[in-house]
């Protein structure tokens, strides 16, 4: 089965938190802190593989995780960091964010990695706060969560040439001639479900892969029939194979039929109008295919700026003309432009999501009851180790200097009411 779009959801490894501790060894008295770090925890990556040409894979498994980084040890030992979590995509992955639908990344190239979820930081151990007015501190910070994001991920095929035409054109049948691709072909007036890939070897040594992209119908582009599905497979050809119908009985008009791709092509994206066509008519097995490619070709002749058409009639039943398209194919690809991708090859390329540090907000709850609420005030909270009473004024002195004691004051707290960060709860002072 192809898959070409899904939805998946990634969530990175939490930090190790640091730890209390301190030196207990014979003949050191007031031997000091000696807690060490908490370890990174586990990035998740994603990572393009040429091998795979589908998204089935993420039909069964759409929740991916990271472990969390070691905790810190005695004797200031810092914990493991997590190994990163590699999820294999197929080259041609564009990676967007479910939540904003920003554009994160795009994986064209075999081996090239996109970190979608960084792992947390790991939380410092005792043996860094230690001063000359606290030289036993029981303080330490918890590892920094994890981060979850929800993505979506779109296949655009990668291949050099693109069939193109409305449903049984001959699509399939030329691709199974010309490859050894074996796609489904019937009698039948509908569309092939799913694009096809197939390699094209010449005898001069060239190749190029070429692909079957089903679906197009008048409307497409506007969410008309599958072909909305496919166009996105459109965007990466480098060189477009325009299969047209010359079957004189299947009451339809090709000038009208290639005019109305043209249009689709073009709503989707202008810039796939400005690549190399190949105007292929087909099916001239058929009596009184001939006289309708000659109009066929005079209609093109008459609209065409110069008068010059790139034209290349086959029969995919008998064989003919088509060994001939493969080769003009192969020349007008050597000398068609490359499309640019934005890739950083040589490194990995690393997505930074950031949620955003919203300013803190206090809700009354009720009349003794308050809520705190915003971004940093929760991670200040999820950092904070309450195990010991340092920790807790530590908390606390941290809590007063962003500002939220003042603002508890004029929300109307007095002291003995209730305030709540999260799910932990404290009584104000």
Excluded: C, W
């Excluded at 810190?72 to 979590?85: R, S």
């Excluded at 554009?103 to 790991?122: F, M, R, S, T, W």
Aim: hydrophobic share 35%; proline share 4%; aromatic share 6%.
């Amino acid at each position: 089965m192809f898959v070409d779009n899904v939805k998946i959801t990634v969530r990175s490894g939490k930090g190790g938190d640091g730890a209390v501790a301190f030196r207990h060894e014979k003949y050191v008295p007031l031997g000091g802190p000696a807690g060490g770090d908490g370890g990174r925890g586990g990035d998740i990556i994603l990572k393009a593989h040429e091998g795979m040409n589908t998204l089935m894979d993420f039909r069964y498994k759409r929740i991916f995780k990271a472990q969390p980084g070691q905790n810190g040890q005695i004797k200031g030992m810092y914990g493991h960091k997590a190994d990163p979590v590699y999820i294999a995509v197929p080259a041609g992955t564009s990676v967007y964010n479910e939540d904003t639908g920003k554009l994160i990344g795009d994986l064209v190239e075999h081996n090239q990695e996109l970190v979608v979820a960084k792992g947390g930081d790991g939380g410092r151990g005792n043996i860094h706060f230690a001063n000359s007015k606290n030289r036993a501190p029981e303080v330490a910070e918890n590892g920094e969560p994890g981060q979850e994001i929800h993505l979506r991920l779109e296949l655009k095929l990668i291949a050099d040439v693109g069939l193109v035409g409305f449903p049984s054109v001959g699509k399939s049948t030329l691709l199974s001639v010309a490859t050894s691709a074996k796609p489904k072909i019937a009698a039948y007036h509908f569309t092939t479900l799913s694009p096809n890939l197939g390699m094209v070897k010449l005898d001069n040594g060239q190749d190029f892969v070429i692909a079957d992209l089903p679906g197009l119908i008048e409307g497409a582009s506007n969410g008309v029939g599958l072909g909305i599905q496919f166009l996105r497979h459109v965007e990466r050809t480098r060189v477009i194979l325009h299969l047209v119908d010359m079957d004189p009985e299947n009451g339809r008009d090709p000038y009208e039929d290639y005019l109305a791709i043209r249009e689709e092509l073009g709503n989707y994206d202008e810039n796939i109008l400005s690549r190399p066509e190949i105007i292929v008519p087909t099916k001239l097995d058929i009596d009184g295919s001939e006289a309708r490619m000659e109009k066929f070709k005079d209609q093109l002749l008459e609209h065409s700026d110069d008068h010059k058409i790139d034209l290349f009639p086959i029969s995919s039943i008998q064989h003919t003309g088509v060994k001939d398209l493969m080769n003009h194919t192969s020349e007008v690809l050597s000398k068609a432009e490359p499309i640019h991708f934005d890739v950083q090859s040589d490194e990995t390329k690393e997505y930074n999501y950031e949620a955003k540090a919203d300013k803190f907000t206090i809700e009354k709850e009720d009349e003794h009851s308050y809520i705190v609420k915003g971004h940093d005030v929760e991670l200040l909270l999820q950092r904070s180790n309450l195990d010991h009473q340092d920790g807790i004024m530590r908390f606390a002195r941290q809590l007063k200097s962003m500002g939220i004691e003042d603002g508890l004051i004029k929300a109307g707290a007095q002291s003995g009411d209730s305030v709540t960060i999260l799910d932990f709860t404290f009584e104000f002072i």
